[in-house]
């Protein structure tokens, strides 16, 4: 089992860029969330899909957020243009019905 | 808006304690609740799961529920230096509280 693969690692760049995150979810599950882990916030929710179809983005800070999942073993979320406070790491997860969240590795995200 | 709260520590204890981690939470209809544990550096890995009201015991790991008190807890017995993480408590796995630190010195 491959787990949940997050990718770029690492991403540094300056404001104002556009940033795409990556994440492949466990072949086999069916569910995809997204999320942002601060000092000061936490780890929250951003949006999560179910069957490839978003069901809740609520927590999508603001219209500069953007996430897709074209099909079952790819999702994207993307921030257009960046700044500064959305410096975060951003983490993928996937589960299957009534099973536990398998979290990705994250990428740590730093906008200059 | 739903909210999970946890005393973010650290919470500390010497090696063989008992280590006692609590969090409440706001949604009374909650029905599943979890424990996460992270690493510095690292993502969560679920350890326990509770869907009923009283106890649940994993290993030296036990999950305490209280519905009627909106209460969720983490007693790890013998704690070892290795259970040194932050401690996340989630609510139907969507809803994440900001952690404990637990730090167990040798």
């Known amino acids: 089992d491959a787990g949940v693969i997050q990718s770029p690692r690492h991403e540094v760049t300056e404001m104002g860029q556009e940033v795409t995150l990556r994440c492949k979810p466990i072949?086999?599950?069916?569910?995809l969330f997204w999320y942002r882990q601060t000092m000061m916030r936490g780890l929250e929710l951003l949006i999560y899909f179910n069957n490839n179809v978003p069901i809740d983005d609520s927590g999508m800070p603001e219209d500069r957020f953007s996430a897709k999942m074209p099909n079952a073993s790819f999702s994207t979320l993307k921030i257009q243009p960046s700044e500064p406070r959305d410096s975060a790491v951003y983490f993928c997860?996937?589960?299957?019905?009534?099973?536990?969240?398998?979290f990705g590795d994250g990428t740590r995200l730093s906008i200059l | 808006q739903k909210e999970v709260e946890q005393n973010s520590g650290p919470l500390s204890v010497p090696e063989g304690a008992i280590a006692s981690l609590n969090c409440t939470y706001s949604d009374r209809g909650s029905q599943s609740f979890f424990w996460y544990r992270q690493y510095s550096g690292k993502s969560p890995e679920l350890i326990m799961s509770?869907?009923?009201?009283g106890d649940k015991e994993d290993g030296r790991f036990t999950a305490q529920l209280n519905k009627a008190s909106q209460y969720v807890s983490l007693l790890i017995r013998d704690s070892q230096p290795s259970d040194s993480a932050t401690y996340l408590c989630?609510?139907?796995?969507?809803?994440f509280g900001k952690g404990t630190m637990l730090l167990v010195s040798p």
């Open positions: 509770i869907y009923s009201n």
């Open positions: 072949s086999g599950h069916n569910s």
């Open positions: 997860a996937s589960t299957h019905i009534n099973q536990p969240q398998h």
């Open positions: 989630a609510v139907k796995d969507l809803t």
